[in-house]
């Protein structure tokens, strides 16, 4: 991945990019599809692994719905304990889609309920972006916890607040230094 690529965030050298994925072909996803229907919701959501731009990545499409009180899908990736440290001082994540406003909720094990996450909004663009998000960038929602980066456990893409057609993809992901 040698191309010029837009970034939104500060500057981080690419040096100091951890990647914990990045999609290659012939390889099985590891991200996981929630929809609201786990609470009722009638939101649909598919992954699978394509190619956008001459990139392979792994892409969450279907669409999102309001009705009884649904309005969400997700990808999300699973954090294993030994990928983070301490001197880490944010998340990347390469993505290319329709152009929407998708959220980046990351979970840590000391939320206990499915609706509480640290968040931020990413404008998503059909071109590949580079989001460098520090996290003092990420919000609590719906938790009083103090936001612990050694505790991530895992980083969703969302699709939420909205009746739209869900068009995201992923191809890197990761912390930086």
Not at 11 to 36: F, G, K, N
Not at 122 to 132: K, M, N, S, Y
């Amino acid at each position: 991945m040698n191309e010029i690529i837009k970034t939104q965030g500060p500057a981080v050298a690419a040096e100091q990019l951890i990647d914990v994925y990045r999609s290659t072909q012939d390889q099985t996803s590891p991200w996981v599809v929630i929809s609201d229907q786990v609470m009722g919701g009638v939101s649909t959501a598919a992954l699978h692994q394509d190619q956008r731009d001459n990139s392979t990545c792994s892409c969450l499409v279907g669409r999102t719905r309001l009705d009884n009180n649904g309005g969400f899908v997700q990808m999300r990736f699973d954090i294993e304990p030994s990928c983070l440290r301490p001197d880490y001082r944010g998340i990347f994540i390469e993505l290319y889609g329709s152009a929407h406003d998708y959220n980046l909720h990351v979970k840590t094990n000391q939320l206990s309920r499915p609706w509480q996450s640290f968040r931020c909004s990413l404008a998503v663009e059909p071109q590949w972006t580079r989001f460098i998000v520090p996290y003092a960038q990420l919000q609590a929602h719906r938790t009083d916890a103090e936001f612990e980066p050694t505790k991530i456990r895992s980083i969703a893409v969302v699709a939420i607040g909205q009746a739209f057609a869900v068009d995201i993809c992923v191809r890197r992901l990761g912390f930086f230094l």
